[in-house]
Nanobody, 120 residues
Framework: QVQLVESGGGLVQAGGSLRLSCAASGSIFRLNALGWYRQVAGMQRESVATITSGGTTDYADSVRGRFTIFRDNAKKTVYLQMNSLKPEDTAVYYC??????????????WGQGTQVTVSS
């Protein structure tokens, strides 16, 4: 059974930075794509950034150049470094693990979510 536990959210002023972490338990990780998604109340969950097992990354246009996704397979952890934060980045952020080899996601496994609030 896979569990994902996120940490690192919080309140930050516009222009500031936060780093989110997502630690995975279970036997799978190295071969799986991972992603960060976010959701604002009343809106659909959207993809923020994904990273394949080979390290290929992709970003939403709204965060490209400001956010960086990276992974540490030895620690079974995926990170989202968020710089130059804007009020519109405020959302609950979820990490996701894709179990289907070769697929980018989203897969079936989600973390519990962590709140990021950016004040203006």
């Amino acid at each position: 059974q896979v569990q994902l536990v996120e940490s690192g959210g919080g309140l930050v002023q516009a222009g500031g930075s936060l780093r989110l972490s997502c630690a995975a338990s279970g036997s799978i990780f190295r071969l799986n794509a991972l992603g960060w998604y976010r959701q604002v109340a009343g809106m659909q969950r959207e993809s923020v950034a994904t990273i394949t097992s080979g390290g290929t990354t992709d970003y939403a246009d709204s965060v490209r150049g400001r956010f960086t996704i990276f992974r540490d397979n030895a620690k079974k952890t995926v990170y989202l470094q968020m710089n130059s934060l804007k009020p519109e980045d405020t959302a609950v952020y979820y990490c996701n693990l894709e179990t289907r080899i070769g697929r980018v996601g989203p897969g079936d496994y989600w973390g519990q979510g962590t709140q990021v609030t950016v004040s203006s």
